[in-house]
């Protein structure tokens, strides 16, 4: 009788993992045909200096609208392009390319330099010619080195910490900054913090949650902000969304932020008009 009773639930079980592989199979395929068709955009999310103050960079966050499927988020996509070593070298070349000459374009006839962040996931960061890719990217565009961002999460960077400090000590010594992104979610020892070029230290949006009312969150908050200080970091908090949010961090000495209560990730022409306007 058990069986009888556990055969076609694993049957039901198994007929939707296969729908899954199928769906990402299709959707795969669907990606590389997105790549060559056009189908991908880079929207652009500000960051600011001070409390609401001048743009320091704006984040590039991919969006595909996909004939077939719709709109399809990156926390779905990504993951897609680091199942083949071929699409996401691809996808990040594309990146690069269109965030590098975006941001070459914006800051024509701007009165101070708006950088741009690029998010690169692990299995594209520890490939070999990843910063010969970055380079290339460079020398294509034109844009100057300083203005170029490379974001990588605390995730990322500990899964092979030794590699990392390699090819973060090469893009530095290339010119290019690197955010450490959703900091405080990796549990990476400060030990190891310590032995890394980075330059920007982003505060995980987790952190947000209760912010406002509890003592404890402000503090643990306040001792993130500080260590990213001791450590010549600039640091930012992302996915603000209320002013009583901005308050808090702005009284924890949080010197950028980035969420929707300023923009939201916008097009490039969006973008555009935002920057004329700040
Ligand atoms: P992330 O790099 O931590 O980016 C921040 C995410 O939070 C973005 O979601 C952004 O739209 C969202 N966000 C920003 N401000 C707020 C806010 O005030 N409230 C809330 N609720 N959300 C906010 P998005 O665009 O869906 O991207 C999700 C993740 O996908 C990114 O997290 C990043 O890890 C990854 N991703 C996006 N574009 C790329 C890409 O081109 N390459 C790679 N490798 N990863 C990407
Ligand atoms: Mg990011
Ligand atoms: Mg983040
Ligand atoms: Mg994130």
Redesign the pocket.
């Known amino acids: 009788a058990k069986e009888s009773a556990l055969g076609p639930g694993l049957r039901r079980y198994e007929a939707k993992l296969d729908q899954q592989v199928k769906r990402r199979d299709q959707m795969s395929r669907a990606l590389i045909k997105a790549l060559e068709n056009d189908e991908l955009a880079?929207?652009y999310?500000p960051i600011l200096r001070g409390c609401g103050g001048p743009m320091l960079a704006c984040?590039?966050?991919?969006?595909w609208h996909s004939e077939e499927f719709g709109f399809v988020?990156?926390?779905e996509f990504?993951p897609l392009?680091e199942g083949s070593p071929h699409l996401c070298r691809t996808?990040?070349r594309w990146?690069l390319n269109q965030a590098c000459r975006a941001a070459l374009e914006w800051n024509l006839g701007m009165p101070h330099p708006v950088a741009v962040t690029?998010?690169?996931?692990g299995s594209?960061f520890y490939r070999q010619g990843f910063v010969a890719d970055v380079e290339e990217a460079l020398i294509t565009t034109g844009l100057a080195r300083d203005l170029l961002i490379i974001?990588v999460?605390e995730q990322t960077l500990i899964q092979h910490i030794d590699d990392a400090v390699g090819t973060l000590h090469q893009l530095r010594w290339r010119g290019v900054r690197c955010a450490l992104?959703?900091f405080g979610t990796g549990y990476s020892s400060l030990s190891y913090l310590r032995q890394l070029p980075l330059d920007i230290l982003?505060i995980?949006?987790s952190f947000l949650d209760n912010l406002a009312v509890d003592k404890t969150a402000q503090e643990v908050t306040r001792g993130i902000a500080n260590i990213g200080k001791v450590l010549k970091m600039d640091v930012v908090a992302?996915?603000?969304?209320t002013p009583e949010q901005q308050a808090v961090l702005r009284d924890l000495g949080i010197e950028h932020m980035?969420?929707?209560?300023w923009h939201?990730?916008m097009p490039l022409d969006v973008l555009r008009g935002a920057l004329q306007s700040a």
């Open positions: 880079l929207h999310q984040e590039a966050l991919a969006r988020s990156p926390g990504i392009t996808f990040t990146v690029i998010n690169i996931a594209e974001e999460t992104d959703d982003k995980d949006r992302e996915g603000i969304e980035q969420g929707f209560l939201r990730p």
